[in-house]
Structure formats: C-alpha cells, structure tokens
C-alpha cells in the first residue's frame, strides 16, 4: 500500500479499478490534480509502481478497495467508482462484484472499450439497485497522462455533474475535449465510431505512403513528406506526427512484423453500419484489411492460385 493520503486536502475521491497503462496513468493525472485516489489492480506487481505515487493508494481487493472509500469519504454522499478493464469477461465480472458491494446513489463508470449494447444492458442492471452507471470512451493512449484525454460518456444529468470534477481533471482542459453524449451506451457507441474512423485514417496514411516507397525512380525521403505535410496540409493531424516519426526509422519499420491487431471495435462499428443499413465502406475495407495482415485471407489466396492453375494451367508458388 502506498502512502496514507491527507484527506482534509482533497475535495474530491475516486477508486480506479484496473492500473494498466491507461487507468494508472489517468489515476496518476487525477491524483496530481489534486483529486483522492484509491486503487485496485490484481496483479501485485502493478500496484507496487504506485507505492510512492503521491495521492494514490492501492490495495490488494476491490472490497478493501471500496472499503477504503467508505473509510475516506467524510460526508453521507455517493461514491465514484472508475472500472478501467479490458472488455470482456474481467469487466463483467467486476461490474457484478460492484453491484453487490455498492448502495443507491453511488456512481460506476465504465471506461473501457466496450460495445455499448453491453453499457446499456448494465445500466439497466445498476439502475434495478438504484446505482447510476456511465460508460465513457476513453482516447488518448500513453500520451494522456501528460496531454489529457478525451472523454466521451453517456448517462443521467446527476451522474454527469457527479463526474464533472473528474473529467475535468483528465481532459486536456475543462472546458476541451469531453462531452456527455446522452444516455447510457452513447459514450461508448461514440468511442467505436471513433475507433471506426481512427482505422479509415491510418489505413489511408499506411496506403499512401507505401505507394510513395513503391516509387523507386523518385527515390522519395518518406520521412521528409511526412514532415511536410504535418505544417499546412489538410492531412495534418496526431497521426500524421506519428507516421512521420516512424518514418525517421525506417530500419525499424522493416524489423516490425507486418500483422496488425484489431481491438474489435472496428468490427462493431461494421455491425452497427449494417443494421442501420448505413454504408461505411472505408471504414469496412480498413477493417478487412487488418484481418488479411493476420494471415487470415492466406487459405482464400492458395485457393485463388489453385483456381487460375486450373482453367489456365498458371503456376503456383510452392512454399
């Protein structure tokens, strides 16, 4: 456990349940705003990094955890409670957990990745005890700890002016960056057309500057255009600074596996695109794109071979 944290200094407290790289660096930005924060991770070795974190203490069980809530909050009113997991089963085990240890009134937010068919089913579950629930999106990767986050969340008017302190300490301002969307599951069904768009832009990015390295006889300096564009061009944005320093390495393009992974929101916004009958095509192919980079249209390429070997005796390529 880390230091015992004056509480007659701090006007606000939250617990942040998952300490991995976004919640332990958003749980570090609150903290050095100046906001009270309890916090619980089930790995043992996660929680030691924050033995010295001032503002911060860990403990090694989410009822210690909320326990220590209990201990710290000075007045009879509700607690905020952040759930920062993977989605999936962690996350859901853990929100039902928290419904059995928490009272009317308290807050819960879930700021994971997940689909937001899911939040809205849970804020009907944490609704039934009285217990408000925000789901919230969360964007900006390792560098929010130091830039801020955006924060996209979708819940009832009270639960939102009980968050309101806390986003304001992790957006990059308080008046920038964040905005309450609308009823539970908004926040997350705005993060996956997010992540949606997010895909069809680096997906771009990664075409158009292949193409260039494509192009011996200009022998281009990808990482001098990259440089370019990030001053007045209508491309410029974060993504474009983060090619343009990847393209300064190219002996570490070159050392990195060419697999890309998919978090699975790209898939959902494909889904949600469909049962509206709303046509997102470049966010689709971006998607399929990643699967094809996983190896997964290998078996649909052999038997494209076998196919033209057949009717026009072409060659195959042996492994």
Not at 71 to 89: C, F, H, K, Q, Y
Request: net charge neutral; charged share 20%; proline share 3%.
């Amino acid at each position: 456990m880390s230091a015992v944290i004056n509480s007659t200094t701090q006007n606000h407290q939250i617990a942040m349940i998952g300490l991995g790289r976004m919640g332990g660096n958003m749980a570090k930005r609150m903290a050095r705003a100046g906001i009270q924060v309890v916090g619980f991770d089930a790995i043992q070795t996660t929680r030691e990094l924050f033995n010295h974190e001032a503002g911060i203490q860990t403990f090694a069980s989410l009822e210690l955890t909320i326990a220590a809530l209990n201990a710290n909050n000075e007045s009879d009113g509700s607690r905020t409670i952040w759930v920062m997991l993977p989605a999936g089963e962690i996350t859901e085990s853990t929100l039902m957990q928290l419904r059995t240890l928490l009272k009317a009134g308290d807050l819960v937010i879930d700021g994971g990745n997940c689909n937001y068919l899911d939040s809205q089913r849970r804020g009907q579950e944490f609704a039934a005890k009285q217990i408000e629930f925000m789901d919230c999106g969360v964007s900006g990767g390792v560098w929010g700890l130091a830039n801020g986050y955006c924060l996209m969340y979708g819940g009832s008017a009270n639960a939102a002016l009980q968050l309101k302190p806390f986003v304001e300490a992790l957006a990059p301002s308080k008046t920038d960056g964040w905005v309450h969307c609308g009823p539970v599951g908004s926040g997350h069904f705005a993060k996956m057309v997010h992540n949606g768009i997010e895909y069809g832009m680096m997906q771009a990015f990664a075409e158009g500057f292949a193409l260039m390295a494509g192009k011996k006889e200009f022998d281009f300096k990808l990482d001098a255009v990259g440089e370019a564009w990030r001053h007045g061009s209508v491309v410029r944005s974060w993504l474009l600074d983060l090619t343009a320093q990847a393209l300064q390495d190219p002996a570490g393009i070159e050392a990195v596996s060419p697999i890309v992974a998919d978090s699975g929101e790209g898939r959902w916004t494909i889904d949600e695109a469909i049962r509206q009958g709303t046509p997102t095509p470049v966010i689709a192919l971006s998607v399929m794109s990643r699967f094809d980079s996983q190896g997964k249209a290998d078996y649909g390429n052999r038997l494209l071979a076998m196919m033209r070997k057949g009717f026009g005796g072409h060659s195959v390529v042996k492994k």
